[in-house]
Nanobody, 115 residues
Framework: QVQLVESGGGLVQAGGSLRLSCLASQSIFSIAAMGWSRRAPGKQREMVASITRHGATNYADSVKGRFTISRDYGKNTVYLQMSRLKPEDTAVYYC?????????WGQGTQVTVSS
């Protein structure tokens, strides 16, 4: 299975921006879909954004218009650009990848948005 390492989390004020990165241990060209999920304290994990091998994207309603998922094949990296952050975006963000062997998850990166 592919190994995933997230980075880019941190503390930001409401209205600010962050860009998360997810570095894969192998080429992402053939991975069927990659995405980001998050888990806020006391809540279940929820899908935030995903992108398929063919470039189709999907976003949770709560982040549409504020978050953008993208990928760089040359760097084996998927990004999540987050803008106009809100305190309710505070969570641990996880990268995931779905391929023929199943779904792989990274260890997560903390995003904290202060009001």
């Amino acid at each position: 299975q592919v190994q995933l390492v997230e980075s880019g989390g941190g503390l930001v004020q409401a209205g600010g921006s962050l860009r998360l990165s997810c570095l894969a241990s192998q080429s992402i060209f053939s991975i069927a879909a990659m995405g980001w999920s998050r888990r806020a304290p006391g809540k279940q994990r929820e899908m935030v954004a995903s992108i398929t091998r063919h470039g189709a994207t999907n976003y949770a309603d709560s982040v549409k218009g504020r978050f953008t998922i993208s990928r760089d094949y040359g760097k084996n990296t998927v990004y999540l650009q987050m803008s106009r952050l809100k305190p309710e975006d505070t969570a641990v963000y996880y990268c995931n990848a779905a391929d023929a062997y199943g779904t792989s998850w990274g260890q997560g990166t903390q995003v904290t948005v202060s009001s």
